[in-house]
Structure formats: structure tokens, C-alpha cells
């Protein structure tokens, strides 16, 4: 008996195992898959960002097909991005209407796209007073790497539901006022989980916030701090 997948939980596994296998073109295209399952299901910010993933690799590998596709999904030719010089191209592939700008955490909390993960039309415009910036999501990974996918796995695992579901649930926000990154988790229940983000977020803080158990009393609902000393995530009192 076979389980029909949906077109965003294939693609994430064809990047995955491209990725494992050593097959960037398998990974470009895969990269496109996931971005127009994703743009599909409303998660535009996260499709878009993916689609300038598979540029940057497409025109690195001179597949020129798969480079087109995933331009035009972002609202430009093959031929303007070519034309635009290797400056501009890099800028638009760095993207940046992927995410949002708030004046505080708080705010950035309240909104209906911390919510649903979707970035309104009439979005926040940066200006001076927009110190935190919201990432939703495969976004996420632009900021802390493959680290977020891992993350996303494991939780998805624990909640019985896909990688791809899963990091739907997740919202990084950093604040560069104070340089302050929480990675908040939104689990069933209307519950939020936050991980403050140590300054040096190395590789045991990584695993152990893969290994966290985020159902667990004391974890779910709380606010979680590194401790460097006992290589743990401890709650703190917000």
C-alpha cells in the first residue's frame, strides 16, 4: 500500500536526499519543487526564498532551465537577470522581501504573520524604528543554516506531522538593537516555545536544542536559555 504524499513533503524529500547524494542539479530542481508546493499553500515568503536558493545554484551548475523556471516564479526573465550585472544579481538574490521588520518583539508577536507565517501585502516597511526582523519558516535558514531543517525534522518527528508542517511552526526573530535571536516554536495548543540564541550558537548548543523534547513539563510553554557550563537549555523566568 502505498501513502500519497503532498507535492511540498516530496520535494523537501528529494532535497534531502540530492543533498545527501552529492546531486546539486537534483537539488536545484528539488528546490523549485519545494518553493511552488510551498507558494501553493500561501507560504509565499518561504517560496521565495527557495526559488533564489535555486538560482544561485542553477547558475552555478549552468542549468539554465531550471535558472528560468525559478525566475520567473520570483517575476523576472532569464535575460534581466543576466543583464542586471554579477552586483545586482547578487542583491537580488540576498532577497530580503522574504521577511518583515517590527519595532520591537512584541510587535513582531502581534501580528497576523507571526500567526499564520504569512507575509501580509501591506507589510512593515524598514524604517528607523524597525529593529527586529521576522524570518517564518525554511526563511529561518537563511539566517541559521541547515541547523533549522534538522530542527524542523526532529520536531516534525515528535509531533507526528512532516518536516515540511514543521517548519511551518517555526519564527526566528532577531532583534538588532540589542543582537538578541529568539527561535520561537509554535506548538499545538497555542503554545509558544522560545529558544534564546546564544551569541556563539555552536555545534553542541545546536544538537542539544535538536535532542530538546519540546512536549516535555517545564519545556513546553517556556523560555529556554543556553547554559555553556552543563552543555543544556534551562528555563528562565521571562
Request: proline share 3%; hydrophobic share 45%.
Amino acid at each position: 500500500m502505498t501513502v500519497d504524499l503532498p507535492p511540498a513533503d516530496l520535494a523537501a524529500a528529494a532535497l534531502a536526499g540530492a543533498s545527501a547524494t552529492g546531486d546539486r542539479r537534483g537539488e536545484a530542481q528539488a528546490l523549485c519543487d519545494l518553493a511552488a508546493a510551498l507558494m501553493e499553500v500561501g507560504r509565499a515568503s518561504e517560496g521565495r526564498y527557495l526559488f533564489r536558493r535555486a538560482v544561485g545554484l542553477a547558475e552555478e551548475l549552468g542549468e539554465r532551465e531550471i535558472e528560468d523556471v525559478a525566475l520567473t516564479s520570483l517575476g523576472y526573465s532569464l535575460a534581466q537577470f543576466e543583464g542586471l550585472g554579477e552586483r545586482w544579481r547578487a542583491v537580488l538574490l540576498e532577497g530580503g522581501d522574504e521577511t518583515e521588520h517590527f519595532p520591537s518583539l512584541a510587535a513582531a508577536r502581534s501580528g497576523e504573520s507571526y500567526r499564520t507565517g504569512r507575509r501580509p501585502d501591506d507589510a512593515f516597511r524598514i524604517s528607523q524604528s524597525a529593529a527586529v526582523v521576522l524570518a517564518s519558516g525554511f526563511v529561518a535558514v537563511k539566517f541559521l543554516g541547515p541547523f533549522v531543517e534538522a530542527f524542523a525534522t526532529k520536531l516534525g518527528e515528535g509531533l507526528g506531522e512532516s518536516a515540511v508542517a514543521a517548519a511551518g511552526r517555526l519564527r526566528l526573530l532577531w532583534d538588532h538593537g540589542d543582537g538578541r535571536r529568539d527561535l520561537d516554536v509554535l506548538t499545538p495548543g497555542s503554545q509558544r516555545t522560545t529558544l534564546v540564541l546564544p551569541e556563539n550558537f555552536d555545534d553542541a548548543a545546536r544538537l542539544a536544542a535538536i535532542d530538546l523534547d519540546l512536549g516535555a513539563e517545564g519545556v513546553q510553554g517556556a523560555e529556554l536559555h543556553w547554559d555553556n557550563a552543563t552543555g543544556t537549555w534551562v528555563p528562565r523566568s521571562t
